[in-house]
Structure formats: structure tokens, C-alpha cells
């Protein structure tokens, strides 16, 4: 297979998703306003990673584009939980892309611990050949939740998807730290937000 040719149009939508959502943020600061993004990053799914999905929900590697949503993915890292929502709703109301589905995992958060909010979506990109379709995952959640996930991800990784029961139980355990972390900063986030204005006119 030529995985560079099939990857090329998923890196593309990766960089223009990259752009906008980050010129989103831009705006924000150009009116002086809270931005709910405080980064966006992006990548496309390594070919190793996209042939153990295929493998392990038995998708045949040439209906890929079909079934792996998130061969292309633009995380956004926002400081407040009320900030996913409103990423969500500009995201939703945007009409250069189309929402195929929306899970919601902070209200339903997953058993290992995981909380973010995904949005699959269709993104049309130009290529040499035409206009192509293609599936994208954006995942929204704020820092806390980001910082248990890349924990938790590096985890998965080293112990191959079987964390030790020890660190399972820290883990949930600082799942509710970080849900924790995010009820208290919420309710002092309108302090925060007038300190960070105050901040940036100086
Ligand atoms: P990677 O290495 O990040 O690319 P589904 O068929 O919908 O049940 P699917 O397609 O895996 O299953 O969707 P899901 O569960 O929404 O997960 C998509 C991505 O969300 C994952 O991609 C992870 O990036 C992230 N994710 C989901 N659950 C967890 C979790 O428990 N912990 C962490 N750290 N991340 C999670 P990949 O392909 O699994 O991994």
C-alpha cells in the first residue's frame, strides 16, 4: 500500500482544521475577548496505529476511510469545561465541514477515567483529483482532562493496553482529581478571566 498517497489528503485536512481553529483563537484576542481555545494540535494516526485498529475491529484496510474516524485529529485544549461547550457550538454552526456524530464523553465519561468531548466530522479537501471527503475527529476537553489523557495514553502504551490494577486505581483516582481540579477552577473562572484581561492590557 502507499500509505503516503493514501495519508496525503488526512494530512491536509489536518493542516487546514490546525489553521482555523487557531485563526478562531486569533480573533478572540484581536477584540480583547476570552478565547475558550487555549491550543489546538493536530496529527495524522501513524500507519502502525491505523493497521492495530483495522486489525482489532476487523476493518478490511481498503474500507479505512470508511471506518477509522480519526485517521485525521485536531485536539483543542481549552482552559474551562463552559469553554468545550462553546467550542462545540462554533464548531457546529461553522458550514465548511459536516458533523457526522458527537460523543459526548465528559457527561459520560468512559470507564478508564478518559472525559473529552469528540465531534466527528466530514471535511471537504481539494486534492490533484478532485474534491475528497474526509472523515476527521475533533477532540475538545480542557487542560486537566488533557493531562490525564497523555498520562494515561503513555501508560496504555508501555503496559500494551493492560495497566496493572495498582495504577488503574491511581489513575482513577487522579481522573477525580482532575474533574475535581476543573469544578473549583470553574467556579472561580470569572476571577480568572478579569486577572488574565487585566493581564494582557499590561
Ligand atoms: P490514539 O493513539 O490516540 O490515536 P468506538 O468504535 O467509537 O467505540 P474509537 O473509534 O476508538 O471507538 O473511538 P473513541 O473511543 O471515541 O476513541 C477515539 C480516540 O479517543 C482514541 O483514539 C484516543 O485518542 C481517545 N480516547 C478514547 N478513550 C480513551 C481513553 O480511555 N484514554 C485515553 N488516553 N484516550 C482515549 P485511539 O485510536 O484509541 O488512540
Known amino acids: 500500500m502507499n500509505w503516503e498517497a493514501i495519508l496525503a489528503p488526512y494530512s491536509q485536512v489536518v493542516k487546514e482544521l490546525?489553521?482555523?481553529?487557531?485563526?478562531?483563537?486569533?480573533?478572540?484576542?484581536?477584540?480583547?475577548?476570552?478565547?475558550?481555545?487555549e491550543f489546538v494540535v493536530g496529527r495524522v494516526k501513524p500507519v502502525p496505529s491505523i493497521i492495530e485498529k483495522a486489525e482489532k475491529k476487523?476493518?478490511?484496510?481498503?474500507?479505512?476511510?470508511?471506518?477509522?474516524?480519526?485517521?485525521?485529529?485536531?485536539?483543542?485544549?481549552c482552559q474551562f469545561v463552559d469553554d468545550i461547550y462553546t467550542v462545540v457550538e462554533m464548531i457546529r454552526s461553522r458550514n465548511d465541514l459536516t458533523?457526522?456524530?458527537?460523543?459526548?464523553?465528559?457527561?459520560?465519561?468512559?470507564?478508564?477515567?478518559?472525559?473529552?468531548?469528540?465531534?466527528?466530522?466530514?471535511?471537504?479537501?481539494?486534492?490533484?483529483?478532485?474534491?475528497?471527503?474526509?472523515?476527521?475527529?475533533?477532540?475538545i476537553r480542557t487542560l486537566a482532562m488533557n493531562f490525564w489523557a497523555i498520562n494515561e495514553h503513555s501508560l496504555n502504551y508501555k503496559y500494551d493496553g493492560a495497566i496493572p490494577e495498582e495504577i488503574k486505581n491511581r489513575l482513577q483516582r487522579a481522573a477525580e482529581a482532575a474533574f475535581k481540579l476543573d469544578e473549583e477552577m470553574s467556579k472561580i473562572k470569572s476571577e480568572v478571566r478579569e486577572a488574565q484581561r487585566v493581564f494582557r492590557r499590561i
Not at 490546525?18 to 481555545?37: C, D, N, T, W
Not at 476487523?58 to 485544549?77: F, K, S, T, Y
Not at 459520560?108 to 471535511?123: A, F, L, P, T, V
Open 18 to 37: 490546525k489553521v482555523k481553529l487557531k485563526g478562531m483563537r486569533a480573533q478572540f484576542e484581536y477584540e480583547s475577548k476570552h478565547s475558550p481555545i
Open 99 to 139: 458533523i457526522v456524530e458527537e460523543k459526548d464523553y465528559i457527561a459520560r465519561k468512559k470507564i478508564s477515567g478518559y472525559r473529552s468531548y469528540h465531534m466527528i466530522i466530514e471535511y471537504p479537501v481539494e486534492t490533484i483529483s478532485g474534491m475528497k471527503i474526509i472523515l476527521a475527529e475533533i477532540q
Open 58 to 77: 476487523a476493518i478490511p484496510l481498503d474500507e479505512i476511510d470508511q471506518e477509522i474516524q480519526d485517521i485525521a485529529g485536531v485536539r483543542v485544549v
